[in-house]
């Protein structure tokens, strides 16, 4: 019980926080939005092409845009641990009784808050471009997007206690994110692509989460790739949350 009051009150801390300054959440759904409008449309002429994923360009688009939004949005939550590392934030919890595993998860949640109110309305404005979405695909897809906003942000602060420094923390985030961007098939689907790049793309856990999120907007619920899909990204934030916990408990120990 313990460690439920004190995530509640993580949660409500960083997300008073994250309230008197909500530009961060606008800029996050920015970019996909842009995606959206300059991007999507570009996929209609490929739409017919052999190799082409079945449901249409927004409905095979949008949902790997839901994915890059949990990727970048999840990653760039480091940038304000870092912050309240310099300020001393952390070095004062050291005195506190709070737990551990609380100071992750209350974050975590206020992280997974945000990227699901960035997701509808994501889905909202590209219901106006002609995405399909069906009501069980969007309630599967919103837990996939917040399992993977778990994994990554816990992964994120881990990274951002290790190294305590923008200058180092940009980089690496930066540098890590493009590949698995492009071998998850976001932008244009894997099956176009080469068999060499498919093996390689096998080895990257987003990939499979795209798939799911695929069949998911075009009915295919019970296909096995969806439940591959959420197996990978609860492995991932499983991980996740077990490496950021002990990295928080080494940091305020």
Known sequence: MKVLRDTWLVFERYLTVLLRNPAWMIIGVLQPVLYLVLFAPLLKSLASTRGFPAGGAYNVFVPGLLIQLGLFGASGVGFGLIAELRAGVIERFRVTPVSRFALLL?????DILTLLVQSLVLLLLSIAFGLQPTVPGVIIMLALVALIGLGMSSLAYTAALALKNEDSY??????LSLPLLLLSGVLLPLSLAPDWLQHVAQANPLSYAVTAARDLFNGHGGDPD???GLAVMSGIALVGVLVGARSFNRAIA
């Not at 209350?106 to 206020?110: C, D, L, N, Q």
């Open 170 to 175: 940009a980089p690496l985030v930066f540098t």
């Open 106 to 110: 209350g974050r975590a949640m206020r």
């Open 226 to 228: 969806v439940a591959k």
